[in-house]
């Protein structure tokens, strides 16, 4: 029986989730922050792409944090899901949805940085376009990549502000972490959608009150977990 209760021990879980999206909150700063940020030169097709070409391998490492980024979202938003349905299901089941399009979409949209890769390669099938024709194929791969960046974040945009309602109805979260992940929410959105309809509107300070939010949920998860007497309590009646 004590290895049954310790699996469906919902401190375990939470403490899984946090540890998972501590790494999923590293790695996707890493990828932007040390090496996109890095490597990409706005306007400058040719300055990027001589970056790239001298560092292949960090290029590539981005990409993998990225993908290992996605790879641990899975077990995340199950754990969250397992965690919030005493909540209300059919909430927990939408965020889940919401949560699984956004990662399916980032996925994909990894294809782009390493389209920027094939630009910039060796191939003789590149022989055909001049140098700055493969620089500026690649500088676009890597811009559209930022705007399917964009588009899974308003996926996520719902997830947070779902969560944030989820939280703050729980009982065995902090209300605070609800209403900051709600502002997170609303921020995601407006980012995502400011840089398809206004770009010049979209900035990185719309995102601040997002990591904000997203740490410290990491946190409390690793922590504190959940308010167990409070969680069986919803899970009963749920």
Not at 21 to 42: D, H, M, P, W
Not at 165 to 170: C, F, G, N, Q, T
Not at 185 to 205: H, K, Q, R, T, V
Request: charged residues 15%; hydrophobic residues 55%; aromatic residues 16%.
């Amino acid at each position: 029986m004590k290895p049954k209760n310790f699996e469906t021990n919902p401190q375990f879980y939470a403490r899984i989730a946090g540890l998972l999206y501590l790494v999923i909150i590293l790695t996707g700063l890493f990828a932007e922050a040390f090496v996109r940020n890095k490597l990409f030169v706005s306007g400058d097709a040719e300055a990027t792409a001589n970056n790239i070409i001298h560092a292949d391998f960090l290029w590539r490492l981005g990409i993998s944090a990225d993908l290992i980024m996605q790879i641990c979202d899975l077990p995340v938003m199950i754990i969250l899901y397992y965690l919030f349905k005493p909540v209300s299901r059919k909430l927990a089941l939408l965020n889940l949805s919401f949560n699984l399009i956004q990662t399916a979409v980032l996925v994909a949209n990894k294809l782009n940085l390493l389209a920027a890769l094939f630009f910039l390669g060796n191939g003789e099938y590149l022989k055909s376009f001049s140098p700055d024709q493969l620089h500026t194929l690649a500088y676009l791969s890597i811009k559209l990549h930022g705007y399917g960046f964009g588009v899974g974040l308003i996926f996520f945009g719902f997830v947070c502000l779902i969560e944030g309602y989820l939280i703050y109805k729980s009982g065995y979260f902090p209300k605070v972490l609800g209403v900051l992940m709600t502002i997170a929410g609303f921020c995601y959105l407006a980012n995502s959608f400011a840089s398809i309809l206004a770009p010049e509107l979209s900035s990185f300070a719309l995102l601040f009150p997002c990591i904000i939010a997203e740490f410290g949920l990491t946190l409390y998860l690793i922590f504190k977990g959940v308010n167990l007497s409070i969680w069986k309590e919803k899970l009963a009646i749920s």
